[in-house]
Nanobody
Framework: QAQLVESGGDLVQPGGSLRLSCVAPGDNLNLLAVGWFRQAPGKEREGLGC????????DLLDSVKGRFTMARDYAKKMVLLQMNNLKPEDTAVYSC????????????????WGQGTQVTVSS
């Protein structure tokens, strides 16, 4: 079964930036809608937004609007999450997800998740 793999997480100081990527080795994310999520310790997973195959995105979570953006690198078949002006409260495991079927957001039910990548924002 195809898998999702995230990368790009790191330890960064407040105000810093990171760019996360999501790929599906052996598959083509260019054709699929992909959502980004995060889960902080002791908290429920929250959805950040969704990227459609045509590059359009849903509105992002209010707490990240103006700081995070989603994009696509079609040549590399990647879905990207650019995170700027990071805050300590952004510390979480970030994951991408899809249903392997839909091309346009929103996705009713995600059924495949990556293992996640850790983002830690701390001075």
């Amino acid at each position: 079964q195809a898998q999702l793999v995230e990368s790009g997480g790191d330890l960064v100081q407040p105000g810093g930036s990171l760019r996360l990527s999501c790929v599906a080795p052996g598959d083509n994310l260019n054709l699929l809608a992909v959502g980004w999520f995060r889960q902080a310790p002791g908290k429920e997973r929250e959805g950040l937004g969704c990227s459609s195959s045509n590059g359009e995105t849903t509105d992002l979570l209010d707490s990240v609007k103006g700081r995070f953006t989603m994009a696509r690198d079609y040549a590399k078949k990647m879905v990207l999450l650019q995170m700027n002006n990071l805050k300590p409260e952004d510390t979480a495991v970030y994951s991408c997800a899809t249903d392997w079927v839909g091309a346009i957001c929103p996705i009713d039910e995600y059924d495949s998740w990556g293992q996640g990548t850790q983002v830690t924002v701390s001075s």
